[in-house]
């Protein structure tokens, strides 16, 4: 969703893109409109590398104008929701003691606010529902006691000992040990009384249901919805040992008071034919009936998801048959017809059409479904309503209109507000870019284009190509080659802090971001063709990419290469340094990456290597050890950065270790950076800064760019 005009935030102007910028520069959250369409709320925040602080601020931004108000620069504040009309505010604000207050703001009298709850616990991701004039339904989440009650980490008894006694795994997911503290979804009344809101007592809808949503580690509102008639939410099989599984359910919590009384039994949506995850429930605006989205395979965090509608919610039972539910598009497996997969759905303010966010040809686009038309008219089949760029939120841009206000980024502007109408998608309005396209701070959407190339197969393969801002067609730029993750995920035109090719380019790159078999975004065959040959295909593809740019982009000198890759680009790190591509580099950079699969059954979960190795390792060895790279270190010789974290329970830090005593012993130029207080990902701002610092500072070394800063400046603890 390309920005070509609109209102930016005119405070922050940056002549040159660094990672001081990156880090520092303002970041919108996506926009909620009130429901005239006059305003929509959202928050700002930023960080100052001066101060060493972050600040937030809650504001609300003309639709018409594209002129903001600040509303609020309270610390600690969150979430900003309208409540009935066009002038009042709910939002978040962390209390003391680990509570949180419930806050109510207006913007005809900034300033004036008063608390209309106070919850003892941390609560998150708040929806809300009309009920009817002064009367509201609340729906959040928090995590709860295994008694039901909200948990305050604040209030938790101190323990004599350390120890951690599990009688079945997971023992640690992402960055944290698993504790008896589940995910729960609460929901109450907020109603109005004499002038003022307030909040009556919650209800844990979960309380005794041994379900978790929502599920962990990074479910949030995407994993339940709120209607007039109840609560409908997603939650993984409590049968079944999350480790192993993938399997969710849906769940539909009939309510019919929301002020009190204890929460109605869930009941249970199991179709035969869907048994992988779930997510993405949402009622339709009259709350008659509901969408989500599932998998059809158990284990695999990577199938196809389905587009589920169920007709009538009422009339929903505990049935895999049931008349009331039907997938759309059920075709066979879904590969042929449409082969894309939803990340998320809702429907249009009408009711009549679903929108599905997806991810195609390196873009997360918007699409309309129409559910009154019949599967042989093309209104059934899915219609983009975006272009080029990345849809991250979609609502109602006001009561009675169909009109829809989207919000999203692209590879050189942060964030974007737009006004998309369904049936005129070709005229989408431009409420305001953050960094007017990139102006700001100094880069330009020219500096992004697109690349195809011939794959190991019958296939192309897609890259997305970042220029320096200064480019010129008549000089050479040494190349950055950087891998995604994933394996199943793509190098997608959206704005990011972690891993930014802009900051590379910046520097004076060009910057190649290939998306290989196992991407998303290019049919689920080309998903699934990555399983059991994380070493095969993508490789293949990965040599013929590199191949392409030294034979048809004349502007890059491959003969000054570098290779960079996190996580599943970390693995094709280690198997670049035991294969023929490793030698074309000057320099590789690995973060958090697979050194040895067998290692892989200390991760969190183990579902995710056994799909994609032909099952654990004692029924399928050969191939856990076939791609495994460390049985090639014998041939690694390429000097390389190894980056690798503690709190990174996905692939612990015994694989950077690894790697670097390996690079160490064979007298190959190496380093190794950890962050104590970082997982999988480096978020920390001035940790950011360190990371940024050393990784350019290292490529840059081999390549014959200047240093971009002294790391000494930086704070950084040194070993041996």
């Keep these: 969703m390309s920005a070509g005009s609109g209102t930016s935030n005119k405070s922050f102007h940056a002549d040159r893109f660094t990672p001081e910028i990156l880090l520092s520069a303002p970041r919108r959250s996506p926009a909620v409109p009130d429901p005239s369409g006059n305003l929509a709320v959202y928050t700002v925040s930023a960080y100052s590398f001066e101060l060493n602080k972050k600040t937030t601020e809650i504001k609300v931004i ?67 529902r009309s009920l009817g004039p002064e009367r509201i339904a609340i729906a959040l989440t928090g995590k709860s006691w295994p008694n039901g009650t909200l948990y305050n980490k604040e209030q938790e008894p101190k323990r004599r000992s350390t120890g951690r006694l ?81 399997k969710c359910n849906f769940y539909y919590v009939p309510v019919s008071d929301f002020s009190g009384g204890p929460a109605p039994k869930p009941q249970k949506l199991e179709l035969e034919t869907l048994q992988g995850a779930a997510s993405s429930p949402v009622f339709s605006p009259d709350g008659k009936s509901a969408a989500f989205l599932q998998m059809q395979q158990n284990g695999y965090e990577s199938d196809k998801n389905r587009l589920v509608h169920i007709t009538s919610i009422a009339e929903l039972r505990e049935t895999s048959d049931s008349s009331t539910v039907a997938q759309i598009l059920n075709i066979e497996d879904q590969k042929t017809e449409w082969d894309r997969s939803p990340s998320s759905v809702s429907f249009s303010p009408d009711g009549t059409m679903l929108l599905p966010v997806v991810e195609d040809n390196g873009d997360d686009k918007l699409f309309k479904i129409d559910l009154n038309a019949s599967p042989a008219e093309p209104a059934h089949h899915p219609q983009s309503l975006t272009g080029p760029g990345v849809v991250s939120d979609v609502q109602p841009l006001k009561i009675g209109s169909n009109e829809l206000f989207i919000s999203g980024s692209t590879l050189t502007d942060d964030s974007i507000y737009a006004i998309v109408d369904p049936s005129q998608p070709a005229r989408a309005r431009i409420v305001s870019s953050n960094s007017r396209n990139g102006a700001s701070v100094g880069l330009s959407s020219d500096q992004v284009s697109d690349i195809w190339f011939k794959g190991a197969g019958a296939y192309q393969v897609h890259a997305l190509v970042v220029k320096p801002s200064n480019f010129s067609e008549d000089q050479k730029y040494p190349l950055a080659y950087m891998i995604h993750g994933g394996p199943q995920g793509a190098w997608t035109r959206s704005w990011s802090t972690r891993w930014n090719p802009a900051v590379f380019a910046e520097q004076g790159y060009v910057v190649i971001c290939p998306n290989p078999t196992g991407s998303t975004g290019y049919g689920q065959a080309f998903v699934d063709a990555i399983t059991e040959s994380w070493g095969g295909l993508p490789y293949e593809d990965l040599v013929n990419g590199f191949e392409h740019v030294k034979e048809h982009l004349p502007y890059v000198d491959t003969d000054r290469a570098v290779a960079l890759g996190a996580s599943y680009g970390g693995y094709m790190m280690n198997w670049f340094q ?69 709190l990174d329970y996905r692939l612990p830090i015994s694989e950077g270790l690894a790697m670097f005593n390996v690079l160490q012993e064979r007298g190959i130029e190496s380093r190794f950076l950890t962050f104590s207080d970082e997982n999988h990902w480096v978020l920390k701002e001035e940790n950011s800064l360190v990371w940024h610092t050393v990784v350019l500072n290292w490529i840059n070394k081999f390549v014959g760019l200047p240093a971009y800063k002294d790391e000494d400046t930086l704070g950084i603890k040194y070993g041996g």
């Design 578 to 646: 035991g294969h023929a591509l490793g030698r074309v580099f000057k320099a590789l950079v690995c973060h958090d990456g697979v050194f040895s699969m067998p290692s892989q059954m200390a991760s969190d979960e183990q579902y995710f290597p056994n799909h994609d190795l032909g099952g654990p390792y004692w029924k399928s060895e050969d191939t856990w050890q076939k791609w495994s790279p460390h049985r090639f270190t014998g041939n690694w010789s390429t000097p390389m950065l190894v980056i690798h974290n503690e």
């Design 62 to 128: 003309s639709i018409n104008s594209g002129q903001s108000t600040l509303i609020t620069g309270d610390e600690k504040t969150s979430e900003p929701n309208w409540l009935e009309d066009d002038t009042e505010l709910l939002w978040l604000k962390k209390g003391e003691t680990g509570a949180t207050k419930l806050v109510v703001g207006s913007v005809d009298k900034i300033g004036e606010t008063y608390v209309a709850g106070i919850l003892p616990g941390d609560i998150s991701n708040v929806k809300l």
């Design 166 to 246: 599990y009688d079945q795994t997971m023992v640690r997911h992402w960055d944290e040990y698993v504790t008896p503290q589940k995910n729960a979804i609460w929901y109450g009344l907020f109603q109005k009384s004499r002038s003022k809101w307030s909040l009556t007592s919650v209800i844990n809808a979960l309380k005794d249901t041994g379900l978790e949503s929502p599920i962990p580690t990074f479910g949030g509102k995407d994993h339940f919805d709120i209607s007039s008639t109840g609560l409908i939410f997603v939650a993984k099989d409590p049968e079944l040992n999350p480790a192993f599984n993938t």
